[in-house]
Structure formats: C-alpha cells, structure tokens
C-alpha cells in the first residue's frame, strides 16, 4: 500500500514538468505568482501543510519557526544554499530542512567563468555600443580589456563550485589560488593544481581575479569589508555568484568608484533583489539578477531532488540532502 499523499506548499512557480510530477506524487498547492511571496502569505501557507517548498526569496527565521503548526514537517529548498534558513531553530522544532546540492554545481561555475571574461574583456560594453549603433569604426585603442591567460585566479570558498571553477579557469590559462576553511585533500589539490592561501588578506593582495564562491550566513558576512577590499591591486577585477552578504556593497561602490579596482561582475546583492543605486550605471560593473544556475537543465535537476526528498519523506524515510545545523 502507498503512504498517504503530503500536502505540499509551493512558495514560487517551479518548472512545469517538475510542477506536473509533484501533483502526481503529493497533494500539492502552488503559488502561481512569479514575485516573492509577501510574508503575510508565507506564514498562512506554513500553517496548512505537511512540506513547504521554499526558495531564497523566502525568508524562513525564528519568527516562521515560533509560528510554525505541529503539522508543519519539512522544509525542501528549491536551491543549494540555505543561509535564508534559520536552521537551528528548524532543528529545535524538530522540522527537517533540506537543499538541492551537487545539481547546479556547473552552471555556476560556468557562469562565474563568463563573468571572468566579461570583465576582463569588456564584451557586454561592446555588444551593447553595437546595439545602439554607435559601432563607427574598428580602432587600435577601443575598449581595451585585459588578457585571462595567464592571470592569477583566487578562489574563496573551494566547495563543489569553486572547484568546477578551478578546473574551467585551468582551461582558460589562469593560474588558480585560493582561500578556504581548510586545504582541499591532496587529490583534488593535485587534480586542480591550486595555490592554498591560509591568509586571506595575502591572498587579496597579490591576484588579478577574486571570485567569491564560499556558502552565504553569519561566518562569511562581509568577509570582504572595507579594509580586505583595500588589499585588491588596483587592476584586480572581483566576481560575486555566491551570496551578497559576503561583501560590503557601500565600500565596494566607494572603491569602484574611485578606481582603487578595475571591474567587477556581481550576480548576488547585498539586499536582494535591491542593489545599490550607487553600482548602477557604472561601467566597469557588470551586474546580473541571480542568474548563474538559470539553466533549464539545473532547475529541472533541482525540482527533482526537491521532489526525491519530499517522496523519501513521505515513504518513511530520511531524506538524501538533509541540513544538518
Ligand atoms: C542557490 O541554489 O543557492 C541559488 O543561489 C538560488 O538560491
């Protein structure tokens, strides 16, 4: 016999297939507007279901949890990262909370690397001089950028992403470093050939490319202040496909501003999805809306982990991709 249907609680529209697979599977309820769910809304939905299926957009703190019914089981995350997700809090009201690791591990990476080569390169510019016409004549000094080949490339954060970055900007010619909690195994160290920086500070101070690619939440929170910007070379470019937070947006403005760095490629804000009106407009800021996993293959791959973990639930068993606090 088939355990009894949950009753699961879209909080945004996800893929149709993975959509019309979750009503086959559970009793399920979608929101069916594109914009975020108002907080009013969130904490109704959470009192009538037994999984609500969440996105960064949602923003599930001690509050939700205090507020949270019995009924209330589990928390699926369409997304791998979770620091929108107070939880330990979940954790103490015995709420399972899970994530979609390991599917949107390429198509970050992939775009962390255009991101790379679009500052460098200075590509949007162009197409975007060509598109309003204004492309008058090829010339020896328009729209210089500068070569990735053979740059120094530091990571931060060399998890799943970080390291799928490694091996692209391997291909690409540039010599990788980076900063993480601890050093990589000696396997992947040698597959990648990357530099450990154990200071952070140091490492700043001597790359070409920085890209941030460390989990979001209180232990990286403006990692990058003001004083570790000041450490990047003037001609240092800075990619940002993580979280917003791990840098301070007011002092990255100032410092692009004043051209003490020479571009940067951000896909995260600070106060999402508001960006600083002070990055707006300027032109060594490429700025994206949250898109490095937007592949149709990434967000099919992470409707059906959410849907292996509510159906694992439901049959009674521990979830693969469980957070654990
Ligand atoms: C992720 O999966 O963490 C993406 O940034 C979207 O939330």
């Known amino acids: 016999m088939s355990a009894a249907k949950l009753k699961v609680v879209l909080t945004v529209k996800l893929p149709e297939p993975v959509e019309t697979r979750m009503r086959e599977l559970f009793n399920?309820?979608?929101?069916?507007?594109?914009s975020q769910m108002p907080r009013d809304k969130l904490l109704q939905a959470a009192q009538d279901c037994d999984v609500l299926v969440t996105s960064i957009n949602d923003r599930i703190d001690a509050e939700f949890f205090d507020a949270a019914p019995e009924r209330l089981?589990?928390?699926?995350?369409?997304g791998v990262g979770y620091d929108h997700i107070d939880v330990v809090k979940g954790a103490e009201k015995g709420i399972i909370i899970t994530n979609t690791p390991g599917v949107l591990t390429e198509d970050t990476a992939e775009m962390t690397m255009g991101l790379i080569l679009a500052v460098s390169r200075r590509f949007v510019e162009g197409a975007e001089i060509v598109q309003r016409g204004?492309?008058?004549?090829?010339?020896?000094?328009?729209?210089?950028?500068?070569?990735?080949?053979?740059?120094?490339?530091?990571i931060i954060g060399m998890g799943r992403i970080g390291q799928a970055l490694a091996r692209r900007a391997r291909a690409f010619g540039m010599s990788v470093h980076y900063h993480n909690r601890k050093p990589v195994s000696a396997r992947i160290s040698d597959e990648l050939g990357a530099t450990y920086w154990d200071d952070l500070d140091q490492m700043l101070s001597r790359m070409d490319v920085i890209s941030i690619n460390a989990p979001g939440g209180s232990s990286t929170y403006h990692m990058l202040n003001a004083e570790r910007l000041a450490k990047l070379q003037p001609h240092a470019l800075l990619v940002n496909t993580a979280r917003g937070q791990i840098v301070d947006e007011q002092a990255l403005a100032a410092?692009?501003?004043?051209?003490?760095?020479?571009?940067?490629?951000?896909?995260?804000?600070?106060?999402?999805?508001?960006?600083?009106?002070?990055l707006i407009g300027l032109p060594n800021a490429i700025l994206l809306p949250h898109m490095a996993s937007s592949t149709i293959e990434a967000r099919t791959d992470m409707g059906d982990r959410v849907i292996l973990n509510v159906k694992t639930f439901q049959d009674g068993h521990r979830p693969p991709d469980r957070v654990i606090p």
């Not at 399920?28 to 594109?34: C, K, Q």
């Not at 089981?73 to 369409?78: L, R, T, V, Y």
């Open 134 to 154: 204004e492309f008058s004549a090829w010339s020896p000094t328009f729209l210089l950028g500068r070569r990735v080949y053979g740059k120094r490339l530091g």
């Open 28 to 34: 399920t309820t979608l929101w069916y507007d594109l």
């Open 255 to 278: 410092m692009l501003r004043e051209k003490r760095i020479a571009g940067v490629g951000l896909d995260v804000y600070e106060r999402e999805p508001a960006i600083n009106p002070e």
């Open 73 to 78: 089981k589990m928390i699926a995350n369409f």
